[in-house]
């Protein structure tokens, strides 16, 4: 079974940064694309940023970060990264790391609060 966990969100100052890490137990995780969804307070899950499989050339980032967030796999590891730079309190919400497959497995979030 596919299970994505996410770690390293937390409470920062805005201009600050965050790198969150999703490790990915079962599947196949080199053969699928993955993505960093956001939901914020009263608000529906929205996608900030996905990479390819693979090689992961091919990324999509929300025009809200682009510049600012960058999105990485490491295949070796079974890990999707996302370095999040000059936070701002806009991106306050639960982020989802997600395996863009079939019906989509999604991890269980983790907080990050950005505080002006």
């Known amino acids: 079974q596919v299970q994505p966990v996410e770690s390293g969100g937390g409470l920062v100052q805005a201009g600050g940064s965050l790198r969150l890490s999703c490790v990915v137990s079962?599947?196949?995780?080199?053969?699928?694309?993955m993505g960093w969804y956001r939901q914020a307070p009263g608000k529906e899950r929205v996608l900030v940023a996905s990479?390819?499989?693979?090689?992961?050339?091919?990324?999509y980032y929300a025009d809200s970060v682009k510049g600012r967030f960058t999105i990485s796999r490491d295949n070796g590891k079974n890990t999707v990264s996302l370095q999040m730079n000059s936070l701002k309190p806009e991106d306050t919400g639960v982020y989802y790391c997600?395996?863009?497959?079939?019906?989509?497995?999604w991890g269980q979030g983790t907080q990050v609060t950005v505080t002006s």
């Open positions: 997600v395996m863009l497959a079939g019906p989509g497995y």
């Open positions: 079962g599947g196949i995780f080199s053969r699928n694309a």
């Open positions: 990479i390819g499989s693979l090689s992961g050339v091919s990324t």
